[in-house]
């Protein structure tokens, strides 16, 4: 049963794709906690069609934006505010791509072309919505940006490429636009470092099957599914989190400070990844996808 933290509160969620993406979660629980929101996608992704079924769902309109495209982050800003009767007071950035994940070029050989797109989709954009935000002044004092992230950003993952990069630059930009913003409005910004997930996106990175056990292995609480990171990124919208700011929050199980655990040492390194199969059934039993 919702207790409502977000009533009165207006957003934009970028990213919700399908019923497998975070930020559908997002969407759902954000509706659930009593608030009205726009959903934005680019052009291509409304295709699929699924997104009007999450508007319809939550009451939401959708509107298709190119998010790395200013002049039109400066037309869905404009028409999200007239549409919701206001400035906003939560966006969520859920949105990464990477041409050269997706036509498997190995690192050591990438595509610069393919990386200039990864960094523009997947970070810059961040920069670009904050700014366009920030001109219009289209965020309420005390208002909440959350981009969801990806450890790679510290850490080596041989598969995951340049998205790495992309999700450095993220949480740089968080840092960075956190402190101006913070000074000029009391805006929070802050970067959430999500567990692998099982979405479309994450399931398409090389490997996945692999580290996503081996993360829940290493996590004392296990993987954060998309159900958990949305109430997390719900938590951050609310009041209760008003002095949180410029930060990558790891939302992981405590994988990110593990070594190594018993569970690992005495059965992960011969499953091979069997166990993940397991892991999914058991969360589709649970109701999380």
Known sequence: MSNQLLKGKRGLIFGALDANSIAWYVAEKAHAHGAKFVLT???IALRKGDIFKLGEKTGSEVIPADITQVD?????FQETQSILGGNLDFILHSVGMSPNVRKNLPYTDIDYNYLAKTLDVSAISLHKVLQVAWKMDAINSWGSVVALSYIAAQRTF???????QAKAM?????RSFGYHYGVKKKVR??????S??????GTGVGGFK??????????PLGNASSDDCANYCISLF?????KVTMQNLFHDGGYSTMGISDTLIKSCFTCQGECFDDIVEKERVMGKK
Do not use: K
């Open 41 to 43: 996608n680019a052009p």
């Open 72 to 76: 039109e982050l400066e037309g869905l």
């Open 158 to 164: 041989s598969t995951y490429s340049d998205m790495a």
């Open 170 to 174: 993220l949480e740089s930009i968080v």
């Open 189 to 194: 910004i802050n970067s959430v470092s999500q």
């Open 196 to 201: 692998p997930t099982i979405t479309t996106a």
């Open 210 to 219: 692999s580290f996503y056990a081996y993360a829940n292995c290493m996590s």
């Open 238 to 242: 609310s009041d209760l989190t008003r």
